[in-house]
């Protein structure tokens, strides 16, 4: 049983070195603060150090001790006005030179005729974000992949399973809020029961929950090993537009179908459960394991 005895606090040490810890990164925001510029992370700064948005101040350079400091080229610029980050040529925004720009480009210029506008390189159709003109085929790109992505039957069947099943997940942890809050409200009064119950509890449920599901891929490999499949298997374990989600993956589960299919990543279901089964397993190993050392040391 646990011992009562009366509470103090114990980690005296460790809370002198978290409050040393939080006073370091005050020093180091402050220290940024002070000799840093935010406006430069807010509005950026062209290739020549000019901070779009405002109106800077010559930046002297040498590069050497040995002769005097001259004025970097095209630096001191008013850019009040020019609050727009814009790259000369977006397909290598790396390399390119970067300028201030009073607005990014509204349109795309590809013709030879008002090549003269913009002889830099091309004249793109951008949008803002955080002051920087991004090229819109760049944003379309992005959108793109994602649906691309998105499109892929495994995602697209684990998506699916999940939109099924949000009403039951939701549901769920409902539930378990309104037992953590009963737990919590019982420990005051059943302080060592309610924590030996929570330990025995979880270690039985994660057991019997792993138990089940790789009985369930049990059923599914003797099912493959059989020329005749399972007689036990059913009509009424075959999926329909009726049933409900949890049902039709009870029906997809328990369907005859061959073991190797199991590693197949079109198989959402069998995957899915496959790797819960192993992350119950060690769950309910560790869990039990720590119990039992608990249960030991008192």
């Known amino acids: 049983m646990l011992q009562k005895g009366r509470r103090s606090c114990t980690d005296c040490s460790f809370l002198i070195l978290f409050l040393i810890f939080c006073g370091g990164l005050g020093s180091i925001a402050w220290f940024a603060l002070d000799n840093g510029d935010p406006y430069r992370i807010l509005?950026?700064?062209?290739?020549?150090?000019?901070?779009?948005?405002r109106n800077n101040g010559p930046i002297f350079i040498r590069s050497n001790k040995t002769v005097e400091k001259e004025q970097f080229?095209?630096?001191?610029?008013?850019?009040?006005?020019?609050?727009?980050?814009?790259p000369l040529n977006a397909s290598r925004a790396l390399d390119t030179v970067w300028t201030c720009v009073r607005s990014c480009p509204e349109v795309t210029i590809t013709t030879y005729e008002v090549g003269w506008i913009f002889d830099d390189g091309d004249h793109l159709f951008s949008i803002d974000i955080m002051n920087r003109c991004i090229p819109e085929d760049l944003i379309t790109f992005g959108r793109d992949l994602l649906r691309k992505v998105i499109e892929l039957d495994w995602i697209r069947g684990y998506l699916h399973d999940l939109i099924d099943t949000s009403p039951f997940l939701l549901q769920?942890?409902?539930?378990?809020?309104?037992?953590?809050?009963?737990?919590?409200a019982l420990l005051r009064f059943f302080a060592a029961a309610i924590v030996y119950f929570i330990y025995l509890a979880v270690a039985l449920l994660a057991i019997g929950f792993?138990?089940?599901?790789?009985?369930?891929?049990?059923?599914?490999?003797?099912?493959?090993l059989s020329p005749y499949g399972d007689e036990n298997v059913t009509?009424?374990?075959?999926?329909?537009?009726d049933h409900k989600p949890f049902q039709l993956t009870a029906a997809t589960l328990f369907n005859s179908q061959d073991f190797s299919q199991?590693?197949?990543?079109?198989?959402?279901?069998?995957?899915?459960?496959?790797?819960?089964?192993?992350?119950?397993?060690?769950i309910s190993v560790c869990w039990f394991y720590t119990m039992t050392?608990?249960?030991?040391?008192?």
């Not at 509005?43 to 948005?53: A, E, I, L, V």
């Not at 080229?73 to 814009?86: A, K, L």
């Not at 809020?177 to 919590?184: D, E, F, K, R």
């Not at 050392?293 to 008192?298: P, V």
């Open 172 to 184: 769920m942890c409902l539930v378990a809020l309104v037992l953590s809050l009963i737990a919590i």
């Open 262 to 282: 199991l590693f197949n990543l079109e198989n959402t279901t069998t995957l899915t459960l496959f790797a819960v089964a192993i992350g119950a397993t060690a």
């Open 235 to 241: 009509e009424a374990t075959t999926p329909n537009a």
């Open 43 to 53: 509005y950026g700064s062209d290739s020549f150090g000019n901070t779009c948005g």
């Open 293 to 298: 050392l608990i249960l030991i040391k008192s």
């Open 210 to 224: 792993s138990g089940s599901i790789w009985y369930a891929f049990w059923k599914v490999h003797k099912n493959s």
């Open 73 to 86: 080229e095209y630096s001191g610029q008013n850019m009040t006005e020019r609050r727009f980050m814009f």
